[in-house]
């Protein structure tokens, strides 16, 4: 299965989300956000080599490590350079190699956002718990539904105090779960360490275990 992580707006947490759940699910996590990678990188062919036709996309990922990763570079020339008309084909064959695949992509309403959306046979929708998320997450859920994916569930991230989940689920109709405000994910990427692995009975890590499920579900 491919899942595509996505969102409304930019710094809702979608990177770390991504990162947690490639770890959760055993996937392979590709950062699919051309203009503004979040997701960590290590010197070696990336995305945009393989998006400019540079790179086979087996040789770009990194394996070895807590999560197995596609990085994309930090240039603008690779992104410019990058035809995101070979993106399905370099999902696919991570997909046939390795299995599940997490792709991070870009955040908001950009055309690029709607091309790995295009690939992806469900999505995950993160969400901010403030009071315009729930327009933004419709919205982005149209985009998904108007490109053929399938909504498998939804992140409310960064809960500090009670949001309304139940409202979140009934309007865009699949599970949601509220992934609480916690340090420990907000330094999981950087450090290279997934919390679902160096903290897993944390409650961070329950939350996370949860959307997992969900996706599980989704994909039977």
């Known amino acids: 299965m491919i899942l595509a992580v996505v969102s409304g707006k930019g710094g809702v947490g979608k990177s770390t989300l991504s990162f947690e759940l490639a770890a959760e699910l055993g996937s392979v996590v590709v950062d699919a956000d051309l203009g503004m990678a979040n997701l960590p990188y290590a010197p070696g062919p990336d ?12 040789e770009a990922v990194r394996s070895g ?11 603008l020339a690779g992104a410019r350079a990058a035809d995101t008309r070979l993106l399905a084909d370099a999902l696919h064959a991570v997909e046939a190699a390795y299995g599940d695949v ?4 870009p955040a908001g309403m950009r055309a690029d956002a709607g091309v790995p959306l295009a690939v992806a046979d469900a999505c995950v929708v993160v969400a901010s718990p ?3 998320a729930l327009a933004d ?5 149209e985009l998904a539904r108007e490109l053929g994916c399938g909504l498998a569930a ?3 991230n960064r809960v500090v105090d009670a949001v309304p989940l139940d409202a979140f689920a009934d309007v865009l109709g699949a599970p949601a779960t509220g ?3 916690d340090s420990r994910l907000a330094e999981a990427v950087e450090r290279f360490e997934p919390v679902v692995a160096s903290s897993p009975e944390s409650l961070p890590s329950a939350r996370i275990r949860e959307l997992a499920d969900a996706v599980r579900v989704s994909g039977r």
């Open 179 to 181: 992934i609480p405000a």
């Open 130 to 132: 403030k009071g315009y």
């Open 47 to 58: 995305l945009h080599d393989v998006l400019a036709g540079r790179a086979d996309p087996l």
């Open 137 to 141: 997450a419709v919205r982005t859920r």
């Open 154 to 156: 939804v992140a409310v």
């Open 102 to 105: 997490v792709v991070d992509c």
């Open 65 to 75: 490590g807590p999560v197995s990763i596609l990085p994309c570079g930090r240039t």
